[in-house]
């Protein structure tokens, strides 16, 4: 799932009891996160006949990037959410091959050649059992490019979220509910991503301080996602603008974003 991701009606259920995200609304207002993956893309130096891995595909709108980058190759499209892989094919059609996976349970038909990922692994609780995941299924040699959220990410929005979750009418059905996100150092993830077997690892911490021009639709769709899967749906708004008159609106959002660049060992391990 791509997005660090309410609804205009009921969701299907997704992975983990959750409900599936809202594809369409998110592929409207990615794009930061587009801006963000245009910026990776710049770092692949692709030739144009390797076989790609989008580790978290999204909606298919950077998914679409990358096929162009590989006319002579081929790309598999990951996501978890149904829905999201269901909006990728529909984009796409058989320029891709799209799939819905856990990442840390892939299989995929063949070693590929480039894992790229965006706004993806922070939603991922193990990130040691993801990178080994990754690792078994590329090729020798093969570069992963990749980032999320990291240490850091939008605290101050979260803090917000987290005292309007334990107010008034939402705060029983937050009770013992802990966020789902991972927003890992750069120095940890170095050393995860070197022990399932990756070298020549470089990892990154980057602020980057976002304006919302569509707070409202961006925070239900992406950040407040899982906040949501909790309350019935008539509370979905009140709690939405509850969050948004404790952060104040326009909202900047202070994203930090972890960069990963790094290259699966020649050995397996």
């Known amino acids: 799932m791509s997005a660090d991701s309410g609804a205009s009606g009921p969701l299907a259920t997704g992975p983990a009891g959750t409900r599936d995200w809202d594809a369409s609304t998110y592929d409207r207002i990615s794009g930061v996160q587009e801006t963000w993956a245009l910026e990776q893309l710049e770092r692949l130096e692709l030739r144009g006949d390797e076989v790609v891995l989008d580790a978290g595909c999204g909606s298919g709108r950077v998914t679409a990037k990358l096929v162009e980058l590989v006319p002579r ?3 598999y499209a990951v996501d978890a959410s149904p829905a999201m892989v269901q909006h990728t094919r529909a984009r796409l059609g058989g320029r891709v ?3 819905c996976q856990d990442l ?4 995929l038909p063949e070693p590929v050649d480039v894992v790229f990922s965006n706004a993806t692994f922070h939603w991922i609780a193990d990130h040691a059992k993801l990178f080994r995941a990754l690792a078994g299924a590329m090729g020798a040699g093969a570069r992963l ?5 990291g240490y850091g990410n939008i605290d101050s929005f979260r803090l917000a979220a987290d005292g309007v979750a334990r107010s008034g009418e939402f705060e029983p ?3 013992g509910w802990k966020g789902p996100w991972n927003y890992a150092r750069a120095d940890v993830t170095a050393e995860r991503l070197a022990a399932a077997g990756f070298v020549e690892v470089e990892t990154w911490l980057e602020p980057r301080p976002t304006l919302l021009t569509e707070p409202e639709s961006f925070v239900a769709t992406v950040c407040l996602v899982r906040h949501l899967d909790l309350l019935p749906e008539d509370l979905h708004e009140s709690f939405i603008g ?3 008159a404790r952060t104040g609106v326009p909202l900047t ?3 930090v974003r972890l960069n990963m660049v790094a290259r699966r060992a020649v050995q397996r391990r």
């Not at 840390?104 to 299989?107: I, K, S, V």
């Open 73 to 75: 190759g081929r790309v």
């Open 145 to 149: 490019v990749a980032q999320c959220g």
């Open 242 to 244: 509850a969050v948004l």
């Open 173 to 175: 059905y937050f009770a």
């Open 104 to 107: 840390t349970d892939l299989a």
């Open 253 to 255: 959002l202070e994203y």
């Open 97 to 99: 091959t799209a799939l």
